[in-house]
C-alpha cells in the first residue's frame, strides 16, 4: 500500500486531526493544483489530504475505514476521551489485538491497532 486519500472541506482541521491524535506530520506534496496536505509516517507520505471539496461530498465509499498500527492503548483511549471523540475498542478473540474504531471529522472510519500484551487502562 502506498497511501490513502481523504477528501475534505476543511484542510487545516483534518491535518490538524491527525497530527493530534495520530503523530503524523505534514510534509512535503507536489503543487497538484488543489488544496490539501500530505501527512507522513517516519518518511512515507502514507495519508493525502484533498481540500476544497464540499460537505455533502464527505460520505464513506467502497472503502470502509483506514487502519494503523499503534502504540499505547490506554493513553489513546483517554486522549480519545479528553478530545470528546466517539469511540470503541474491542478485542480480537482469537488474536487478542486491541482494536479502536473512530471516526476522523469528514467521516472517515479510523482503525487503530494496538497488541495483544497492551493494557486497556492505566
Not at 26 to 39: S, T
Request: proline content about 5%.
Amino acid at each position: 500500500m502506498n497511501h490513502f486519500t481523504i477528501l475534505t472541506d476543511d484542510v487545516k482541521r483534518t491535518v490538524d486531526f491527525y497530527g493530534d491524535l495520530l503523530g503524523l506530520a505534514a510534509g512535503p506534496r507536489p503543487p497538484l493544483g488543489m488544496p490539501g496536505a500530505w501527512l507522513y509516517a517516519a518518511d512515507h507520505p502514507v495519508l493525502h489530504i484533498v481540500g476544497g471539496r464540499d460537505a455533502s461530498e464527505l460520505k464513506r465509499g467502497v472503502i470502509d475505514h483506514i487502519a494503523f498500527s499503534a502504540t499505547d492503548l490506554a493513553d489513546t483511549l483517554a486522549l480519545l476521551a479528553s478530545r470528546n471523540i466517539a469511540h470503541t475498542c474491542r478485542r480480537q478473540v482469537e488474536t487478542g489485538v486491541w482494536q479502536v474504531f473512530f471516526d476522523d471529522p469528514n467521516g472517515a472510519r479510523v482503525e487503530l491497532d494496538f497488541a495483544a500484551s497492551e493494557v486497556k487502562s492505566g
